[in-house]
C-alpha cells in the first residue's frame, strides 16, 4: 500500500465513530424504525455530541446507509491504483485484498451487517437508497478497473470481475452473519474465490 492510502492515528479515530455512529444508528432503526429514535439517543450510545454527529452525517438516514461513500471510493481507487496494471486474474485479487483490509479495519461485527438488513427491510425509503447506491458503486468499479487496464468499461472482462466482485461480497456477508459461523470475513471471502475458481476451471464440454 502506498505511504498516502496509509491512515493517519486520528483518521483512523475518526474512522471508528463514523462505525460506532453506524452501528448504533442501525440496530435502533431495525429495532424501532427511523421515527422511533433521537439523534440524540444515537450520540449518547457513542459518547460524543450532537455536533460531533452532524460532523459525520446529515440525518439518521446517512447514519444508517454507513460511512461517506465517495471518501471510501477515493481511498480505495488510489489502494488499488497503487498496485499498477497486471494481469486479469490479478485485478480480481487486488479488489479482494483491498476489501478484506478496509473490513478489517472496521473491525466488522456480524450484528452491524445483521442489523443494516433489518434496517433496510423496515425502511423502503433506506432500501430504495442502498440499491442506488450499490448499482453507482458497480459503475465506480468499472470505471476504475477499465482505467487501470487501459480498456473500455464495458469490456466483458471488467463487466465479469464486478460481478464476481459483488457476489462473493454478498455471498461472504450472508455467511458471516449466519449465527453458526465460526469463520472471519476474510477467510470465508477468500475461500469463496478459490472455489469460485476451482469451478470456472473445469473445461466446458
Known sequence: ????????????????????????????????????????????????????????????????IGANPDDEYRRFAEQFHARGAG???????????????????????????????????????????????????DRQFRGLIANRQGVGENDPRVVAIVGILSSLMKSSADTFVDPVNDQDFATILTSSLAAMRLVLAVPTS
Not at 472496521?106 to 440499491?131: C, G, K
Open 1 to 64: 500500500m502506498c505511504e498516502s492510502a496509509t491512515p493517519s492515528r486520528v483518521e483512523r479515530r475518526m474512522r471508528q465513530t463514523a462505525v460506532n455512529l453506524t452501528a448504533v444508528s442501525r440496530r435502533l432503526t431495525a429495532e424501532r424504525g427511523l421515527a422511533g429514535f433521537t439523534i440524540e439517543e444515537v450520540c449518547d450510545s457513542v459518547d460524543v455530541s450532537r455536533r460531533t454527529f452532524f460532523n459525520y452525517f446529515a440525518s439518521k438516514e446517512d447514519a444508517v
Open 87 to 137: 494481469e486479469w486474474p490479478r485485478v480480481l485479487n487486488d479488489l479482494i485484498d483491498l476489501a478484506i483490509e478496509h473490513i478489517e479495519s472496521e473491525e466488522m461485527d456480524p450484528s452491524v451487517h445483521t442489523d443494516l438488513m433489518a434496517a433496510l427491510e423496515r425502511e423502503p425509503r433506506l432500501l430504495a437508497r442502498f440499491i442506488g447506491i450499490s448499482r453507482d458503486r
